[in-house]
């Protein structure tokens, strides 16, 4: 058997939007100011813990598209 030109090891965390969508509100941000990139930046710090580091990590939305 040959061996493969990589090997993937995937760790997925999942966060919900809607439920940051009030975390935030409810911190006084502006509806019309969430927008992807705010959620992205707001989560960062999630993702380097979550993942033991950011450098790497694909966002995808529930569908599998990149983000």
């Given amino acids: 058997m040959p061996l493969p030109e ?3 090891a995937i760790k997925t965390v999942t966060y919900d939007v809607p ?3 009030i975390d935030l509100t409810d911190m006084g ?3 019309e100011d969430i927008t992807l ?3 992205l930046g ?3 710090d999630w993702v380097d813990e979550d993942l033991g580091g950011s450098y790497g ?3 995808q939305d529930e569908n599998g598209n990149e983000l």
């Fill in 29 to 31: 941000v502006p509806s």
């Fill in 6 to 8: 990589r090997i993937n």
């Fill in 57 to 59: 990590a694909i966002y």
């Fill in 42 to 44: 707001y989560i960062e």
């Fill in 37 to 39: 990139e705010y959620i």
């Fill in 19 to 21: 439920s940051l969508i």
